[in-house]
């Protein structure tokens, strides 16, 4: 065995789980041909076989150029077992349906053994073409590569690039097929054998081809099972490698750029995307122009991203130049969503009546149930809400509603609308409209893989909204999926994660799950502490919390020590918090008498201040990208 390398085994990645009882297999058959001298080389109209003798060069039409014109039954009996293996081969890539590929495999296989690597090549051919043929073929596209991966596991015990490619294939179809565990399991398993490869020395196009080819799968199939932040590893790692090979000014590099930058605002990691999205504009400016609707894509995402900055009026600008460019492409669609953008950044900048002419002459443009119209009138809601114009805003409401009740459409657009109605509603105190609208929302993000991590953020809003009606049993297991949701979604330390903490805790608090609800609650303030400050009212609020949970356990050494820091946070506040500093204060007597075994002292007690009682638990979101997130 050479040295470092991982045993591969074909057993570990339990290939029974791929198949059901309709896939469709590979044919077999046990014939084989007897080895030739001759070497092939296609060209043009001809086929050249070369002998070993060079000066000897015979030529004759293509076999499958004859075949091209022809029906699948004409098709089946012109490729023979005895029609030559090169014209055989190239009917594979010339076929012109899955019929004629299927027919062009079996006559080829004819001609060679089981155990022929040959066949094994053959097969992960086959099941590459029916791969880019879409969905329908992918279970005949994943048994093929299985059958590709046994055979080339039996030839390339030590790892080959062949192997490693029909790894990355069993995963890419697992993902397409929503079998995400078989994907990451086979796409681990590729980079294990490129490792080793690498460490004895391979190296190539090929090899780096496939190297981020993987990466690329693995940043896919993550993101489909909500590990957003791990993607983006993934993404950054493909990224890198391709500025090792690339040219600084290719365009693949830009495009690598560009998606990278979108992982990062994904993330919210704003400052990171802003620079490489940078990168990629200036690249595809200089190479295409700069009135392309990729220049456009990457404008709007580099609004999108100032918009995560806070920083509207470049967004904004970023924005005029997008519709700039698509007023003279005469892209209406995109430029009417444009201008509902453009609406959405002047509701942030305050500038409403703006905002609100703006979205009058979209929806004049546009039909009476179109999905534009709906989505102007969300807008539109929120301009009025802004405005103190709570009637009106429900109006605007209810009239996107009606019109996505009759779209048949499961776009990410859509889940979006939905989501940003369901938050109006919740700031308008709606919350059972509110509620009924997050759970519709979570139903359409079932069926988009790539939108999951937007899941988290809403079991965190119903996790709270059934914590503040009083409903705290069905707010825990809406909290605990928020919690798996976002941290993989957003990493260990998001924002997001630290309310979701904070609100589970509450309830687990309210359910005399002490331990749990301390457990909860301490990680929520490490996080909102190195988010927003210990200062803040939110950090303030965790603490007084972690005291309350102490008392009701009895550490009361250790419930005076937090209560103590919850006085020390607001007197650092000044004047502005003395009706805090002074209930503070009186919970720190209390918890003292309790100590000294005081039997008329009450701790913890439920009149903190009112803002604290209701402070909208966290709710901030962004707008990024039209995604949301806590």
């Keep these: 065995m050479r040295r470092g390398f991982v045993p591969f085994r074909l057993s570990k990645l339990k290939f029974s789980k791929f198949f059901s009882r309709n896939v469709i297999f590979p044919f077999h058959s046990n014939q084989s041909t007897p080895s030739t001298h001759l070497k092939y080389f296609p060209h043009a109209k001809f086929h050249f076989f070369v002998t070993q003798n060079p000066r000897h060069v015979h030529y004759q039409p293509c076999l499958f150029h004859r075949a091209i014109q022809t029906t699948p039954a004409h098709f089946s009996q012109i490729l023979s077992p005895q029609s030559r293996q090169p014209d055989l081969e190239e009917a594979l890539d010339f076929s012109n349906n899955t019929e004629e590929l299927l027919i062009a495999f079996k006559a ?59 790894l990355r294939l069993v995963g890419s179809i697992s993902c397409k097929m929503k079998r995400s565990d078989e994907s990451l399991e086979s796409l681990e398993t590729a980079c294990q054998i490129l490792d080793s490869l690498e460490e004895e020395g391979f190296s190539g196009k090929e090899f780096d081809s496939e190297k981020i080819s993987i990466q690329l799968e693995l940043a896919n199939t993550k993101n489909a099972m909500g590990l957003r932040w791990e993607a983006l590893i993934n993404l950054r790692r493909s990224l890198q490698m391709r500025l090792l090979i690339l040219e600084p000014d290719s365009l693949l590099l830009a495009s690598a750029c560009k998606d990278v930058a979108e992982a990062y605002a994904g993330v919210l990691e704003f400052g990171e995307a802003r620079l490489l999205c940078l990168k990629a504009l200036g690249i595809f400016e200089v190479k295409i122009g700069k009135n392309c609707e990729e220049v456009v894509k990457i404008r709007q995402l580099l609004g999108a991203i100032h918009v995560g900055l806070e920083e509207n009026e470049e967004a904004l600008v970023q924005n005029e130049l997008c519709q700039r460019i698509l007023l003279s492409l005469n892209l209406e669609t995109e430029l009417l969503n444009m201008e509902i953008e453009a609406a959405n950044i002047k509701v942030n900048l305050g500038r409403l009546g703006e905002a609100m002419s703006t979205l009058k002459g979209v929806i004049q443009k546009v039909g009476k149930e179109s999905e534009t119209r709906a989505f102007a009138f969300v807008s539109m809601a929120k301009a009025l809400f802004f405005q103190e114009r709570f009637g009106d805003s429900k109006g605007c409401l209810d009239m996107s509603c009606d019109i996505l009740n009759k779209v048949d459409s499961t776009s990410e657009k859509v889940a979006e609308a939905l989501l940003e109605i369901s938050m109006l509603y919740e700031m308008m105190n709606e919350f059972e409209t509110a509620l009924s609208l997050m759970k519709r929302t979570l ?29 705290v049993q069905h707010a825990v297991p809406s909290l605990e999926s928020a919690i798996t949701k976002l941290k993989n979604s957003f990493g260990p330390k998001h924002f997001g994660l630290g309310f979701a903490y904070k609100h589970l805790g509450q309830a687990y608090l309210e359910t005399d799950k002490v331990q749990s609800a301390i457990q909860m609650l301490l990680l929520a303030k490490d996080i909102l502490e190195a988010s927003f400050g210990p200062q803040h009212e939110d950090s303030i609020d965790t603490c007084q919390y972690i005291a309350n949970a102490y008392g009701v356990s009895r550490s009361y050494g250790l419930a005076m020590e937090f209560q103590q820091e919850v006085i020390n946070r607001w007197e650092a506040l000044g004047p502005d918090a003395q009706n805090e500093l002074r209930e503070a204060s009186r919970l720190l007597q209390q918890l003292k008498k309790k100590a000294e075994g005081s039997l008329s002292a009450v701790f913890p007690a439920n009149n903190l201040p009112q803002h604290l009682q209701k402070s909208c638990m966290g709710v901030h979101y962004f707008v990024v990208d039209s995604d949301y997130f806590y």
Excluded: H
Excluded at 125 to 134: A, W
Excluded at 445 to 468: C, D, H, N, T
């Design 443 to 471: 139903a359409l993000l079932e069926k988009i893989p790539q939108e999951q991590y937007v899941m988290g953020s809403i079991f965190a809003r119903i996790g709270w909204l059934l914590l503040l009606t009083g409903r």
């Design 108 to 166: 080829l296989e004819a001609t060679l053994s089981e155990n022929d690597k040959r066949l094994g090549l053959t097969c992960l051919k086959v099941g590459e073409i029916l791969l880019s043929k879409g969905s329908k073929e992918l279970e005949k596209a994943l048994s093929f590569v299985i059958r590709a991966l046994e055979i080339l596991g039996r030839n390339d015990q030590g790892g080959s690039i062949p192997l490693v490619k029909a």
